[in-house]
């Protein structure tokens, strides 16, 4: 094992021995799923790194990588073979802040039970005041403070102002103000002040907890490929790859299922280099029936008119990408496959049903149906239900065209070998930090508070990236506790940048962040009360 090119700066300190290995990784973004599976023999060796801690062996030479914090804190790297050409690291780094407390943040009204909504902690200072003002007369001691988030390419700055109370030694200890804080009308919770990222204030102490896998295509023999389970329509723990509706671009086997949230970044793999990248997509569909006669196909494989981080032209209420904000449209068409689900979403409009030859084989002036085998079926909504009546005709055959195109309008020619998958926002490109989380959806305007609790925030993360020696990394960073903070947007594109990456973007994150080996769980997902249902996964197989 090649642990760094700059062996003065590390030094071993426990031996490397032989073991048996069968292992998984998790990640999730949208929906998406990242499973490793390996049987074979594999190497560890666990090393302690100097005080300025160097990682050649993700990068292309000798710097220093911590990403997080100040470059003197204590970090160790465990770092297992799986098979040749994919090694799992994983690193802990840091110490708990003894500045760090628990507080009450107030919310100025019940929080969405959604771990991962946004909770209304973010307000303008008159409010801030009022809930102070507020607070005082139930004798309990607010303070009011300013919310600057860290500067990235598109936004940065005062995000507005928070209202806590008190601090804590514990989460527990803070349970008797929580309830009075309550009392006064108002609500709030128990948070942890090291998973603040603000602006201007002294570097965390950590601790942090990550795991990184590494694919090298130089000696990969297996394949990296992409995969749904059953089908896209519903979703289930990791541990059963689940159902699901991709939430943005998808393409397994080189087939498009599901349309791109047009301008934002998508991970492209080709299983048959072991090679991958990452490209801002654009997609477009069309429906050719008798005559050449035409009509523009809105998506693929979802329910017509709800849009899901929308993106895409005439949504309601923007075309602009949104993280987590499902849009709307009157008049919408969309076509389905197998890999949808056994029948197709019910409701008012049309749907015109195709045999395995693309040949009209009946029209339902309703929306639910059988999706024929190896068929398809096209419904319409509102105005374009009428567009499609015009344009099916019985025995006819409709032709259906989808393309995603990239940056440059250059169309991508798919083959089997290719899986996308989507994400956001982007953290890297070319080789240098360059974090897009306005262009990319997670700024909702006039919403401050779900930046502040998505990107601002430390949270658990997944991420994927490509070193300049081509190897793919795929990290998963620990959050929501005492033990491992997390990272926030800007710091997560710091990590990446640590580690060489010439190309990062957030793959998601929250109660999702999870990394198996063996058929258990290495890591400490976030959510308490078991797996997240996700949908589609990126797999690393064994060679055939």
């Given at each position: 094992m090649v642990v760094s090119s700059c062996p003065d700066q590390l030094r071993v300190v426990e031996a490397t021995h032989d073991f048996h290995l069968h292992a998984a990784w998790h990640g999730r973004s949208g929906f998406n799923r990242?499973?490793?599976?390996?049987a074979g023999r594999g190497r560890v060796a666990r090393v302690r790194l100097a005080a300025r801690p160097l990682a050649p062996s993700f990068g292309c030479g000798c710097r220093p990588v911590p990403g997080r914090g100040a470059d003197n804190l204590p970090e160790t790297r465990t770092t297992i073979t799986l098979q040749p050409g994919v090694t799992l690291t994983t690193i802990h780094r840091g110490v708990p802040d003894t500045t760090d407390a628990w507080t009450i943040e107030v919310y100025s009204a019940d929080p969405n039970p959604d771990p991962d909504a946004p909770k209304l902690a973010i307000t303008d200072q008159t409010e801030a005041n009022q809930s102070a003002a507020t607070l005082t007369a139930a004798a309990l001691t607010p303070r009011v403070e300013a919310v600057n988030t860290p500067q990235t390419a598109d936004t940065g700055g005062l995000l507005g102002y928070r209202t806590r109370v008190s601090t804590f030694a514990t989460?527990?200890?803070?349970?008797?103000?929580?309830?009075?804080?309550?009392?006064?009308?108002?609500?709030?919770?128990a948070?942890?002040?090291?998973?603040?990222?603000?602006?201007?204030?002294?570097?965390?102490?950590?601790?942090?907890?990550?795991?990184v896998i590494s694919i090298d295509p130089h000696t990969f023999t297996g394949q990296l490929v992409g995969d749904y389970g059953p089908n896209l329509y519903n979703r289930e723990p990791t541990f059963a790859l689940a159902p699901g509706d991709p939430a943005g671009v998808a393409v397994y086997h080189g087939i498009i299922e599901r349309e791109a949230t047009n301008g934002r970044p998508a991970f492209i793999v080709h299983a048959n280099t072991g090679r991958s990248e990452i490209a801002r997509l654009w997609w477009h569909g069309t429906l050719q029936g008798a005559h050449h006669n035409t009509l523009t196909?809105?998506?693929?494989?979802?329910?017509p008119g709800l849009i899901r981080n929308c993106g895409e032209p005439g949504d309601t209420p923007t075309s602009q990408p949104q993280q987590d904000i499902t849009c709307t449209k009157a008049s919408e068409i969309v076509a389905f496959d197998n890999s949808y689900a056994t029948t197709t979403p019910t409701g008012p409009g049309t749907e015109v049903v195709l045999d395995a030859t693309g040949r009209i084989v009946s029209i339902n002036n309703t929306r639910v149906t059988t999706i024929p085998a190896g068929g398809r079926t096209i419904q319409a909504i509102g105005d374009d239900a009428t567009a499609l009546t015009t344009l099916a005709q019985h025995n006819t055959t409709l032709r259906i065209d989808s393309t995603l195109f990239t940056e440059n309008g250059r169309p991508l020619h798919l083959t089997p070998d290719e899986t996308i998958i989507n994400g956001s926002p982007l953290l890297i490109q070319p080789g240098q930090i360059h974090t897009t989380p306005a262009q990319d959806g997670a700024v909702h305007p006039g919403q401050p508070n779900y930046y502040y609790g998505w990107a601002h925030k430390r949270n658990p993360r997944t991420l994927v990236g490509i070193d300049c020696q081509g190897r793919t990394l795929l990290i998963t960073a620990d959050g929501r506790s005492t033990n491992s903070l997390g990272l926030s947007i800007t710091e997560e594109a710091n990590v990446a940048k640590s580690l060489g990456l010439q190309q990062a973007m957030n793959l998601d994150g929250g109660g999702s962040t999870t990394t198996v080996i063996n058929g258990?769980?290495?890591?400490?997902?976030?959510?308490?009360?078991?797996?997240?249902?996700?949908?589609?996964?990126?797999?690393?197989l064994p060679p055939t």
């Open positions: 990242f499973d490793f599976r390996w989460a527990a200890d803070a349970a008797t103000t929580l309830t009075a804080v309550k009392a006064t009308g108002l609500s709030g919770s948070v942890y002040t090291g998973w603040d990222d603000d602006a201007g204030s002294a570097p965390s102490q950590g601790p942090w907890n990550l795991d196909l809105s998506g693929l494989n979802r329910v258990q769980v290495i890591n400490t997902p976030s959510d308490t009360t078991g797996q997240r249902p996700i949908g589609d996964a990126l797999e690393v």
